[in-house]
């Protein structure tokens, strides 16, 4: 970006870039390893689930706040937050899985130690995502804030492909499984001295406020950034309006869609590694099981980028043509990756249902912003961002325990959510509301 006095500098902008790449491929390379390490600690898969859903459940908690305060503590200040959070987390899990790896630690022991450090990133990650955005906003004039918000946004999906991907070439011989954790501990420290020594505390040009930015996930969807500061005109009917609920007719229909779409691929998502480890007989070749499976969130990354940067913006597609045909997608893929037995076939299904997945969550949340009027945009935001995070508390963790009983059962439930909402959302999902026209 040229550097004007109404835009950011460049390499303050590859700071910003940097601070929200790493926070999501640093978590997304954890989730392509961990079913491993759990393998080789025999721990159940359950419980290495659930360390990933109290992580996210403390991102959706602590998430608003963090948005808050940067407001009264400083952009930059809650950006360094962040990253501590994240590096600290990664540091001291690495360390303490490759103590248990080793032998040091019972299995048992640590994986309770492993999870009170992931507290860290849930946490104190989640300040710096709306740090960033929020930062942006304020020192760029509106012609050029759009671009800018895309491009730090565009981050997080970056790193939803860059963490799997590069995770296998971390797992070195002395520490092993543990080594990518280790290695991003020390991409963090870097991004933190860069955050120090070449973004300033200046004065912002313009008040702004960061949005709410999802829990990072293996080929999960990346949240657009949107520019609410040109929205906050003054509305004499605002004070007089009641607040948006849950239960308005005309947000609710794409508030449940969210919530069963989001259900589905948060299952889908975690139950994936634990299937690579045993259709591939992986399970006593854990390192090999790791590879694979980053392998397999690759692909499911980008062909989730390709539906939101390609597919949607080349079809014109709707909220509602995105919601119906990316829960059929991703049905589809789910049905093909539950009864695939081999490599190839896991990574076309897991592909398929990703993609499906990528039209679906920008469709849901387009389509729930366009059913209310602009004074409402701040409440609707904070709908369907608690529907995005709240889906990876608790699915990811039943479908873990439906796949151990059977996995045609957690694939089934997972292709029934996709069916269910294909079917009901061609009469709930109506076409004809205000907006509705206009392209994703």
Same mark, same amino acid.
């Given at each position: 970006?040229?550097?004007?006095?109404?835009?950011?500098?460049?390499?303050?902008?590859?700071?910003?870039?940097?601070?929200?790449?790493?926070?999501?491929?640093?978590?997304?390379?954890?989730?392509?390893?961990?079913?491993? &390490?759990?393998?080789?600690?025999?721990?159940?898969?359950?419980?290495?689930?659930?360390?990933?859903?109290?992580?996210?459940?403390?991102?959706?908690?602590?998430?608003?706040?963090?948005?808050?305060?940067?407001?009264? /503590?400083?952009?930059?200040?809650?950006?360094?937050?962040?990253?501590?959070?994240?590096?600290?987390?990664?540091?001291?899990?690495?360390?303490?899985?490759?103590?248990?790896?080793?032998?040091?630690?019972?299995?048992?022991?640590?994986?309770?130690?492993?999870?009170?450090? /992931?507290?860290?990133?849930?946490?104190?990650?989640?300040?710096?995502?709306?740090?960033?955005?929020?930062?942006?906003?304020?020192?760029?004039?509106?012609?050029?804030?759009?671009?800018?918000?895309?491009?730090?946004?565009?981050?997080?999906?970056?790193?939803?492909?860059?963490? %799997?991907?590069?995770?296998?070439?971390?797992?070195?011989?002395?520490?092993?499984?543990?080594? %990518?954790?280790?290695?991003?501990?020390? &991409?963090?420290?870097?991004?933190?001295?860069?955050?120090?020594?070449?973004?300033?505390?200046?004065?912002?040009?313009?008040?702004?406020?960061?949005?709410?930015?999802?829990?990072?996930?293996?080929?999960?969807?990346?949240?657009?950034?949107?520019?609410?500061?040109?929205?906050?005109?003054?509305?004499?009917?605002?004070?007089?309006?009641? %607040?948006?609920?849950?239960?308005?007719?005309?947000?609710?229909?794409?508030?449940?869609?969210?919530?069963?779409?989001?259900?589905?691929?948060?299952?889908?998502?975690?139950?994936?590694?634990?299937?690579?480890?045993?259709?591939?007989?992986?399970?006593?070749? %854990?390192?090999?099981?790791?590879?694979?499976?980053?392998?397999?969130?690759?692909?499911?990354?980008?062909?989730?980028?390709?539906?939101?940067? =390609?597919?949607?913006?080349?079809?014109?597609?709707?909220?509602?043509?995105?919601?119906?045909?990316?829960?059929?997608?991703?049905?589809?893929?789910?049905?093909?990756?539950?009864?695939?037995?081999?490599?190839?076939?896991?990574?076309?299904?897991?592909?398929?249902?990703?993609?499906?997945?990528?039209?679906?969550?920008?469709?849901?949340?387009?389509?729930?912003?366009?059913?209310?009027? /602009?004074?409402?945009? =701040?409440?609707?935001?904070?709908?369907?961002?608690?529907?995005?995070?709240?889906?990876?508390?608790?699915?990811?963790?039943?479908?873990?325990?439906?796949?151990?009983?059977?996995?045609?059962?957690?694939?089934?439930?997972?292709?029934?959510?996709?069916?269910?909402?294909?079917?009901? =959302?061609?009469?709930?999902?109506?076409?004809?509301?205000?907006?509705?026209?206009?392209?994703?």
């Amino acid at each position: 970006m040229a550097t004007t006095s109404h835009s950011i500098p460049s390499d303050r902008m590859a700071v910003l870039f940097a601070v929200m790449l790493v926070a999501a491929a640093g978590n997304t390379a954890m989730q392509s390893i961990l079913p491993a &390490i759990g393998a080789k600690l025999r721990i159940p898969d359950v419980w290495v689930s659930l360390a990933f859903s109290w992580s996210a459940l403390l991102w959706v908690l602590t998430a608003p706040h963090w948005a808050r305060q940067s407001d009264k /503590r400083g952009r930059k200040a809650l950006m360094a937050l962040g990253v501590v959070g994240f590096l600290s987390s990664m540091a001291l899990c690495g360390l303490t899985l490759w103590a248990g790896l080793q032998g040091y630690l019972a299995a048992g022991v640590t994986f309770i130690v492993f999870a009170v450090f /992931r507290s860290l990133y849930g946490g104190f990650g989640s300040a710096s995502p709306p740090a960033v955005q929020a930062y942006v906003a304020a020192r760029t004039d509106p012609e050029q804030r759009t671009q800018a918000l895309s491009l730090v946004s565009s981050s997080f999906g970056l790193g939803t492909v860059i963490g %799997p991907a590069i995770a296998p070439f971390f797992i070195l011989p002395i520490v092993g499984l543990a080594g %990518p954790l280790l290695v991003f501990a020390l &991409i963090g420290l870097g991004v933190l001295v860069m955050l120090r020594w070449r973004l300033p505390d200046d004065m912002p040009r313009y008040a702004a406020r960061g949005n709410i930015a999802a829990y990072p996930a293996a080929a999960g969807s990346p949240e657009a950034a949107t520019d609410e500061s040109e929205d906050e005109v003054v509305d004499p009917s605002a004070a007089a309006t009641p %607040p948006l609920r849950w239960t308005d007719t005309r947000v609710r229909p794409w508030l449940l869609a969210g919530l069963f779409g989001g259900q589905a691929q948060a299952m889908v998502l975690g139950v994936i590694g634990f299937l690579i480890l045993d259709r591939l007989h992986l399970r006593l070749r %854990p390192d090999e099981g790791a590879a694979m499976t980053g392998i397999v969130l690759m692909a499911g990354a980008f062909a989730t980028l390709l539906s939101q940067w =390609g597919l949607i913006p080349l079809l014109k597609m709707s909220p509602r043509t995105a919601v119906l045909c990316g829960a059929s997608l991703g049905g589809l893929g789910t049905v093909m990756t539950g009864l695939s037995y081999d490599f190839h076939g896991i990574i076309i299904g897991f592909a398929l249902a990703s993609l499906g997945f990528g039209l679906f969550r920008p469709g849901f949340t387009a389509g729930a912003s366009l059913s209310v009027p /602009r004074r409402d945009q =701040g409440s609707v935001a904070g709908m369907t961002a608690s529907i995005n995070g709240s889906a990876y508390i608790i699915s990811p963790a039943v479908g873990v325990l439906l796949y151990n009983w059977h996995p045609m059962v957690a694939y089934g439930l997972m292709a029934g959510f996709c069916g269910w909402l294909v079917l009901w =959302g061609w009469s709930a999902l109506k076409p004809n509301q205000p907006k509705e026209q206009q392209q994703l």
